[in-house]
């Protein structure tokens, strides 16, 4: 509790250091108790130093190591839908022709998705199904480059985002009986899901194709897949 307060500033901003050590001593309201806030200020600064750290390791770790797992993933359920079933498509991205061009690639979508919620919640959720299909494009092709992985994916879901949003809406009775199965069930709920939507991008990839929106040879369908 004293270190909520010493971060809202007791409800009137956020103390500067200078302020803290002329009041040093302040005493608490009803209590007939001397506190000494510098012993505090010493410990709250270390407290949010490692917050800090902790969050820093944490979004490097989800850029670096979560992002390219992401991608690879999803292209183990988008070829599993084209009848291939390969584990090893998991760790697809960390290879040196594609890693760093994948991790722009998503790290650039995430910047574009948080830029939308900082406007509002209703363009974020819209541009959040805009830009869904690009760890897909990224798992067909990783170098296609993030500006056209973005643009690709807006044209491949233009008309689709309230369908998409729907089909989202049908996985809810699915989660819920799976947590009513102590948690486990969604476990086996979340294949289904992740399934699902790659059959959605092979879908929409069809579309694309169909409308000239992009061709087998920008998504490198054409030519032998590379692992």
């Known amino acids: ?18 302020n803290l ?12 108790l001397d506190f000494d ?9 270390l407290v949010l130093f490692i917050i800090s750290i902790i969050a820093v390791i944490g979004i490097a770790f989800h850029i670096l190591i979560g992002t390219p797992l992401t991608v690879g993933s999803l292209r183990y359920f988008k070829q599993s839908a084209e009848g291939e079933v390969r584990m090893g498509n998991i760790g697809y991205a960390f290879n040196k022709d594609r890693y760093w061009a994948i991790v722009l690639t998503m790290l650039w979508r995430g910047f574009l998705n948080f830029l939308w919620f900082l406007l509002l919640i209703i363009p974020g959720i819209v541009k959040s199904y805009a830009y869904s299909q690009v760890p897909y494009i990224l798992a067909d092709n990783p170098n296609i480059g993030y500006n056209r992985a973005v643009e690709l994916s807006k044209q491949m879901t233009h008309g689709h ?26 476990l086996f709920v979340q294949p289904y899901i992740n399934a699902t939507k790659a059959e959605l991008y092979l879908e929409l990839r069809h579309n694309a194709l169909v409308y000239n ?4 040879h920008e998504l490198r369908l054409a030519q032998i897949p590379y692992f």
Do not use: H
């Open 21 to 32: 050590r002329s009041s040093a001593r302040s005493e608490l309201p009803g209590s007939g």
């Open 1 to 18: 509790m004293s270190l909520i307060l010493v971060i809202l500033g007791e409800g009137s901003g956020l103390p500067s250091l200078n």
């Open 213 to 216: 929106l992009t061709t087998e």
């Open 37 to 45: 806030w510098g012993v505090l200020w010493p410990f709250v600064v």
């Open 161 to 186: 985002k309230f369908r998409m949003f729907v089909l989202d809406l049908s996985f809810l009775g699915w989660i819920l009986l799976g947590l009513l199965a102590l948690g486990i069930g969604v």
